[in-house]
């Protein structure tokens, strides 16, 4: 390997390593009411590994309730589906279904192997609607840190073939979503590797950042996008939400932007009752068409 191969690797592995990393989690305690399906497998990749979902429902569903997709954060590299927000899980209460999805891991390096996983999850939750008994006709997905990149690459990109790839049985199915949550993800990470970490400069190349940054497929056919970012953030720089947010407006799109005074990557602020209820809200107009 060259050196300036190697040079570029060590720099991406310092990207999406400890910066992003979150800790492992237990599976959380339901809310009263919320029955799962653990470990459902949606797909089988090359190595024989079973790629897996939770899903949650309400014990009282009567089978229209519209799909949530939450996708975990922990830098591409650690993290799991236990690692659900807890704002998610109480949207199954109010008339939702939940999915929380695995996906490979290994670091941004792997890119596109994790949203080629993603899209797998999506066209199978689709595809077993009926079998578990939820509504695909409007599905929204949502995720945090890498996994609210991951959710962005999914929004903004399900009309580009080399994001989609051939995982699972279910290629005929849309993995297009009508609704994007985004907890602090990377949206542009050329400019995310050029921010100053403790004096380091951080640099990924032009060409792999354009296919990993979802700020590279935006177009006039985007699902809105609920955006919630800490202005103290120094792994994800509040400025990559700021960028998505002026150029979703600036494509005359719908984008909401929280910026949360004092808080930094994560924390308890993101599972406040505010965060719930604007996050109740903006599925209620864009998943069940109610203002």
């Known amino acids: 390997m060259s050196m300036r191969l190697l040079g570029l690797t060590v720099i991406i592995c310092l990207v999406s390593t400890p910066l992003f990393a979150q800790p492992q989690q237990r599976q959380r305690r339901l809310p009263e009411g919320v029955v799962s399906h653990r470990n459902l497998v949606y797909a089988t ?15 009282k569903k ?36 939940v999915a929380s999805i695995d996906y490979r891991l290994g670091g941004l390096l792997k890119h596109p192997v994790h949203i080629h996983d993603c899209n797998a999850a999506i066209r199978w939750l689709k595809a077993h609607a009926k079998e578990y008994g939820y509504s695909v006709d409007k599905v929204a997905v949502a995720g945090s840190s890498a996994g609210g990149h991951l959710a962005l690459l999914v929004g903004v990109a399900s009309d580009v073939p080399e994001l989609q790839g051939e995982v699972g049985e279910h290629l005929g199915v849309s993995s297009r979503v009508d609704a994007i949550i985004d907890f602090y993800g990377p949206t542009d990470l050329l400019a995310l590797g050029k921010t100053k970490r403790g004096g380091q400069e951080l640099d990924v190349t032009e060409a792999f950042s ?8 935006l177009d006039a056919n985007d699902p809105p ?14 400025q990559q939400s700021v960028t998505l947010d002026a150029m979703y407006k600036e494509l005359g799109l719908e984008s909401t932007l929280h910026m949360f005074n004092g808080a930094g990557h994560g924390g308890r602020v993101f599972a406040q009752e505010l965060v719930h209820e604007q996050i109740a809200a903006f599925l209620k107009k864009h998943l069940k068409g109610e203002e």
């Open 45 to 59: 990749v090359e190595d024989g590994r079973n790629m897996k979902l939770d899903l949650y429902l309400s014990e």
């Open 62 to 97: 009567t089978g229209n309730e519209p799909l949530v997709v939450w996708i975990h954060g922990g830098g591409w590299r650690n993290g799991n589906k236990n690692n659900v927000n807890v704002a998610m899980l109480r949207l199954v209460t109010q008339g939702y279904a």
């Open 210 to 217: 354009k296919s990993a940054s979802p700020v590279s497929y």
């Open 225 to 238: 996008v609920l955006i919630f970012h800490g202005d103290r953030d120094r792994t994800v720089v509040p």
